[in-house]
């Protein structure tokens, strides 16, 4: 009996350890169905897309996925941009697969060099990388040499043929067969294949999660929330100077013209979306809106107290810092800004020339006029008015203005104060100064 028991129990023992391994978290994640996240990039590339892509990656990482599967259907964008994404693919444990729908062009043939896996619609694209300016112009061959360097890593790191992706950035750099000198590389999907840079042609989705194994898996869609979309529009760099302009011509048409009212509305609401969206794609912190709101406020203080001063200064000062600090790059911030100014000065001149001057500028012009018909008369240094008495109208502090001979005169005191209604006597004429003192009863 006692052995039958240590059998049994044995028996059991043994049993255990052969059940373990089917019992543990992966086999039970194998028996579930997969999970893949799908994210968008499409559009222009820029820091904005480049936050959006961390918290979608941040969410997969969280949900336990099995493939993040990267939509690409883009004609390029910021280097700078591209760049982080292309570390953010880089650092990710979990598969990136890219999915070229349309075009994977300059920065989107980089993020999709980066994946594990490249896969390609039939009517889609991958290739022409060169570097360029906002304006359309070429670069330093510096900034070139290395973008090719960044572009040939990404293909080598996967075993993809370097060569095509160096000739992408490279016009000079000829590919048998393919191109000539003076050509950048563009592939079609069956080129793509054939020369080593993508992995398969495929017609949807789910032809794609078919070649990965996974038919079955649930399909997580990221998406753009509303505050990302802004920051996506705010941060594109095409759309930074027309909120600079919009925001400043905003300004100044309300300090031209009476009342706060839609142009200063604007003003402000361009510059809170530049303040917003660089915030939130995490360029900008509290201090860049700190010192862009004393700017202003400073700037301010300067119309309304006459003279160009120290809050003058100051205040355009903070406002530029505030505006460049919050930007990803503070040379275009500042560039931005310039043009943003040169544009609001032609602005000023023609509200002027039409407008001519409103608002608070009326501060600072002199509008009062004495005029014949209201008493004043302007004297002639006429030697008669010495030693003619009059009365003070108004007190003389030391200027002032007296009643001579039933005649209105601008008079100044030889003493100090002369109180209203009190007798004086011309004593002198200074230059335009006529010259006057009290006369007391005495």
Do not use: C
């Amino acid at each position: 009996m006692k052995r039958l028991v240590i059998i049994g129990i044995t028996l059991t023992i043994l049993l255990s350890i052969q059940l373990i391994p089917m019992l543990t978290p992966q086999t039970v994640l194998a028996a579930e169905d997969d999970l893949v996240y799908v994210i968008p990039i499409e559009q222009a590339i820029e820091r904005g897309l480049e936050r959006f892509l961390e918290r979608a990656f941040n969410e997969a990482e969280e949900s336990a996925a099995d493939y993040i599967v990267l939509e690409i259907d883009t004609l390029g964008g910021e280097i700078d941009a591209a760049l982080g994404i292309g570390k953010l693919i880089q650092r990710e444990y979990i598969p990136v697969v890219a999915y070229i729908k349309g075009e994977a062009i300059s920065a989107g043939a980089y993020i999709a060099l980066n994946a594990d896996k490249i896969y390609m619609e039939p009517s889609s694209y991958i290739g022409a990388s060169a570097v360029r300016t906002i304006t359309g112009e070429e670069v330093d061959p510096k900034i070139t040499s290395v973008w090719s360097s960044h572009m040939e890593g990404a293909a080598s790191q996967h075993g993809r043929n370097a060569e095509i992706a160096k000739a992408m950035v490279n016009p000079n750099i000829e590919i048998p067969g393919l191109s000539v000198k003076g050509e950048l590389v563009t592939l079609s999907s069956v080129q793509a294949v054939k020369y080593g840079i993508a992995d398969g042609v495929i017609s949807n989705q789910n032809e794609l999660l078919k070649l990965l194994g996974a038919e079955k898996a649930v399909v997580e869609e990221v998406r753009l929330s509303p505050a990302e979309q802004v920051a996506r529009f705010v941060t594109n760099p095409y759309v930074i100077p027309f909120l600079f302009i919009i925001g400043l011509a905003g300004l100044v048409v309300e300090l031209m013209i009476p009342g706060f009212g839609i142009p200063g509305l604007i003003g402000i609401s361009s510059f809170g979306l530049y303040f917003f969206g660089h915030y939130f794609a995490g360029f900008a912190g509290w201090e860049a809106i700190i010192f862009f709101l004393a700017g202003f406020i400073l700037m301010v203080i300067e119309v309304f107290v006459p003279g160009f001063g120290v809050f003058g200064i100051m205040g355009i000062i903070s406002f530029v810092f505030g505006i460049a600090s919050a930007a990803y790059q503070t040379t275009y911030g500042i560039a931005s800004l310039v043009i943003a100014f040169v544009v609001n000065i032609i602005l000023v001149i023609i509200l002027i020339k039409y407008f001519g001057y409103r608002g608070v500028w009326n501060r600072f012009i002199l509008k009062d006029e004495q005029k014949k018909e209201s008493g004043y008369v302007a004297h002639n240094k006429d030697q008669k008015l010495v030693g003619k008495k009059g009365k003070t109208a108004t007190k003389l502090r030391p200027a002032g203005i007296a009643i001579i001979e039933g005649k209105r005169y601008d008079v100044v005191s030889e003493g100090g104060l002369i109180p209203a209604n009190q007798t004086i006597v011309v004593i002198g004429l200074e230059g335009t100064r006529i010259v006057v003192e009290e006369v007391r009863e005495d």
